[in-house]
């Protein structure tokens, strides 16, 4: 039978196939370490790491590890790059399995590892003069958790208003004037599909605009503790809030497809060239208007602090970011060689070199004053200002739950699915059911 | 069935029980078996047993009885999205059913090129759904630039909100799954019609039968069977779906779209706590009411006399 | 057969094809629209969503991904996992299936209802287990362990369709070998293994094809560049900007391009082996 003998020829290839790879590729081995010396692992998404695509994010990280290294001659570090689909479940995995020593992690993941005790406290190591040079809310943020200084913040992000001074000359003060100037570009332009564009139907919202409620007189929690972020005048500021936003949608203001974008969603709707002003990160200027506009559409483009509110306090920015924490362990000298990297990941150069590539925001204020990219980007000066009145979301356990669940409340408010007081009934019943099971 | 091999082998009787297991069928389904038991059923016992925990990644979790599944069904995102799985799964299934039928009877009919048209007609179900999400992502932009509301503002009709409001996000994704899925369903019910002997059909065309009467009378009975084991494999996989509606959608907005295994995933794997007793008991209500289609199913085919010939 | 008259019959045979038709572009024109998205240059994607077939065709973004990103060790692995999970979950079905059809037995009926519950049962509902499971055998993220997981997911798929499809084969040819002596293995080696080819043949395509479209499983088991599979290194590739339309669709159109020439070739046996295993005709 000549089939037969073609598929037994195939099969057998298949497994041939299969098991040289198997032979061939392995897990990487972890570097060698010399007699005397230690190894410290530390965890990075792609994106942010020697095997990045871009080359510049390469030769940043790589300077900091080649600068460790020439520092610290009896520390080896070695790179664990994650491609997990869920960056969060790689951290939670690699700290609870002891398979790193360094994790890079987004602030919003950090309360629950570091309530549960994860993290190696880092004040102790800290100079006085390193003290007073990162933004002081970096501590205070970290430490709302149970205290400790469960690691460093690395780079922020500041929500910045971005608009474009052809059809915008001047930044608004308030959501009031925003509306009033959105309107007019409307008019002249009716073909333009996105006057104004804030992503609205993930925890960005939420980002957008904490500020603003805390500037309005919200408070997430009560004395004790308890979340009443819904709750009395709380919740009318939530409403005003919402409302805005409605009230924008509806009359065109902002594209109905807000209502379920991330703040990547504006990306397209800057390159088609169909967007006047919007909200977003403060790295959105060096990464997206700079780097994909054609450069004289880009220098149209410039950067303010948010809109707030009429009769508040103005607008207030809310800043995220990225935090480095060394995991607690047994062994102490190769806790202090992880305790060393983190400080030196999160120090003036690498701060400086790494920021700069990735198009981040530093979180020392020396940076900003000594370095002379930060002193000349229009929108890295619009980050500083903006950062000075910043404040920073409360970061515990509980915030990351209040911030998705106040921010499907907004999604189902604006694509029509709840009323407002229904949409906010929900959240509420879902922060009190989690609160009380915490 | 009658048994030809046994009695070719030696007195059974005189051999000891360990070669009796070794001529016996044992030594051939036990690997399989095995494989099939510690990977495929042990994890649905093993689940069961999580449910009962307050587990999360990296916490080992405690005995807290039925705690999870109390708080589940008090739960307003589990809750409405029991509700719209009820409704996606009722949809996406009529309307495979419909369409397939549809199509099954087309390529009935005698006409050049059938086998081209079956094969595009079975392209979507190849075609993976994590792919089948990104493509309709993309189909479904809402700006002007989006290739279906460019399409209407040709004919001067204002852009659709596909993805955006939340009965029409809900639209779309059942849309999109019926796509994805007719292509099965056109196959069984294409069988089907070809179990219908001809005979029937042609004593039929004698009487003076119209087309839809053929159909009432004669194709649809006769067809009842495989429409019926067709529904229960389209819900059981409409009740698993998953990849497609989390990158074509993700949830959004607000949760509307988010169905019963994309809530077990954000709360196992997606929002940051990680609770792995919680998410197994999600998986606990899906495997139970996956088992009792499967049940429906095995005693449908009457399964147990002569292992799935109907 | 009714005999219809003359323009009639052509009036039905143009709304066949007419029907036929609007299906067809239903199906296959977002397919074909991504294929040729992929291949546009710059910002016509976003710029003219009406025009299907590029103006000029524009590679680059197929060099920058092949240069930049892990794709080649993705397609690789996923053909290990496809190709292992097609080996190792055949041969065990084949070997059991053989025991199942040629056997009358205590519990033969139990085991076969097992085999097929279980296979109706998407692994998807047992995750979270599957996933604990994988990590306490020391198996997460690795690719050996990814084709155990693979291959054992397929088993009760293949138990199915290929005791059909023994159960065909007539008795009289075993018994023929028996009398000359051959042992059982050979008897299945050498008699039955041929005559199953072709339900082997749809089988394995089927396994192929399910494998390599699998994503949710292998989203949560694999982790590191080397090891993760096409649709999941595709995810982590659109993940880092999912607003590159182009670099969106020429991964898509990678993902694809395996799958639709593989269902080209052999379309016939896919259809064969889903009918078969769905139900017993």
Known sequence: MKA??????????????????????????????????????????????????????????????????????????????????????????????????????????YPTLQQD??????????????????????????????????????????????????????????????????????????????????????????????????????RPFDDNGKPVVLDGQNRQYWERIFRTFKEMMDAGLIPE????????????????????????????????????????????????NVPGYQGTAGGRSVSGGWVFSARKMDDPVLQEAAVKFVLHATSFMAQRNVNKAGGWTPTRTSVFQDDPF????????????????????????????????????????????????????????????????? | MQSIVQPSIQPLNRQSKIERFIHGPWPFILPALFGLVFMRAFPFVWQIWLSFTNMRLGRPGEFIGLQ??????????????????????????????????????????????????????????????????????????????????????????????????????????????????????????????????????????????????????????????????????????????????????????????????????????????????????????????????????VRKTNFAKGYGKP | MKRINRPGRLAKLGLNHAVALFAAFIFTYPVIWILMASIKPDVEIYREPLRLFPSRIDVSIFQRIFQTQPIAHYLVNSLIYSLGAVVISLAFALFASYGLSRHEFKGKQATLITILMVQ????????????????????????????????????????????????????ALDEAAIVDGASKFRILWQIIFPLALPGLASAAIFTFVGTWNEFAIASIVLRSSTNLSMPVGSMAMIAGDPNDWRMVSMTATVNLLPVLAVFALLQRHIIAGLTRGAVKE
Not at chain 1, 137 to 158: I, Q
Not at chain 3, 162 to 168: A, N, P, T, Y
């Open chain 1, 374 to 438: 930060y002193q000349g980007d229009r929108f890295m000066v619009a980050a500083d200002e903006a950062l000075a009145t910043a404040t920073v979301r409360p970061l515990n356990v509980m915030s990351p739950i209040m911030a998705s669940a106040i921010a499907d409340a907004l999604s189902q408010y604006l694509s029509g699915s709840a009323t407002l007081a229904q949409a906010l009934d929900r959240a509420n019943t879902i922060i009190q059911q989690e609160f009380s099971n915490l």
């Open chain 2, 68 to 297: 999870n599944y109390r708080v589940l069904f008090q739960n307003p995102v589990f809750l409405s999205s029991i509700a719209y799985t009820g409704v996606f799964m009722v949809a996406t299934v009529a309307g495979q059913m419909f369409f397939g039928l549809l199509l099954a009877l087309l390529l009935e009919e005698d006409f050049k090129g059938k086998a081209v048209y079956r094969m595009t007609f079975l392209i979507p179900w190849i075609v993976s759904g994590f792919v089948a999400g990104i493509l309709w992502q993309l189909m479904l932009v809402e700006t002007r630039f989006g290739m279906f509301n460019a399409l209407l503002d040709l004919m001067n009709v204002p852009p659709v909100r596909w993805l955006s409001n939340a009965r029409n996000a809900q639209m779309s994704v059942i849309m999109v799954y019926i796509w994805k899925g007719l292509g099965f369903s056109l196959l069984l019910m294409s069988g089907g019609l070809k179990i219908i002997p001809q005979e029937m059909i042609e004593s039929a065309d004698i009487d003076g039968a119209s087309y839809l009467q053929k159909l009432r009378l004669i194709k649809l009975p006769m067809m009842k069977d495989i429409i019926s084991v067709n529904i229960i494999f389209s819900v059981i996989a409409a009740l698993n779906s998953y990849e497609t509606v989390f990158v074509l959608t993700g949830g959004g907005p607000g949760g509307a779209t988010s169905i019963i295994a994309l809530v077990m995933f954000n709360t196992a794997f997606g929002d940051g706590r990680n609770q792995l007793g919680r998410g197994s008991a999600i998986g606990v209500v899906m495997f139970v009411v996956t088992l009792i289609f499967v049940i429906i199913y």
């Open chain 3, 120 to 171: 109706m049962i998407p692994a998807l509902v047992s995750i979270i287990p599957i996933y604990l499971l994988m990590q306490r055998l020391g198996l997460y993220d690795t690719r050996i362990g990814m084709v155990i997981l693979y291959s054992a997911i397929r088993i009760p798929w293949g138990v199915w369709i290929l005791v059909g499809f023994i159960d065909q084969i007539p008795k």
């Open chain 1, 257 to 304: 497809s807000a209502a379920v974008a991330r703040e990547a969603g504006v990306v397209p709707l800057l390159l088609s060239g169909q967007v006047a002003s919007f909200i977003a990160n403060s790295n959105y200027g060096v990464r997206e208007i700079v780097a994909k506009l054609p450069a004289e559409e880009a220098a149209l483009w410039q950067a303010a």
């Open chain 1, 117 to 218: 005790g994860k993290f190696v406290n880092v004040e102790p190591f800290l100079s006085e003069a390193d003290k007073a040079d990162f933004f002081p809310w970096t501590f205070e943020a970290l430490k709302s958790v149970n205290g400790e200084l469960g690691g460093l913040w690395h780079n922020t992000d500041v929500r910045l208003f971005f608009y474009r001074t052809d059809l915008m000359p001047t930044a608004p003060k308030t959501y009031e004037e925003l509306i009033t100037m959105t309107r007019q570009i409307k008019n002249s332009n009716p073909e333009m599909a996105a006057p104004f564009f804030a992503s609205l139907g993930h925890t960005d919202a939420i980002t957008h605009v904490w500020g603003n409620f805390e500037a309005l007189g919200g």
């Open chain 1, 4 to 109: 037969l003998r073609h598929i037994s020829i195939l099969l057998a290839l298949m497994i041939l196939f299969t098991g040289v790879v198997f032979a061939g590729g392995g897990q990487q081995a972890p570097a060698p370490a010399e007699p005397g010396q230690v190894t410290v692992r530390f965890l990075v998404p792609q994106w942010a790491s020697t095997r990045d695509a871009r080359i510049e994010r390469q030769v940043a990280f790589q300077s900091v590890i080649d600068s460790f290294h020439a520092a610290n001659p009896n520390i080896r570090l070695q790179e664990v790059v994650s491609t997990a689909s869920s960056y969060d479940v790689d951290v939670a995995n690699q700290i609870n399995n002891g398979t790193v020593e360094v994790v890079w992690i987004n602030n919003p993941f």
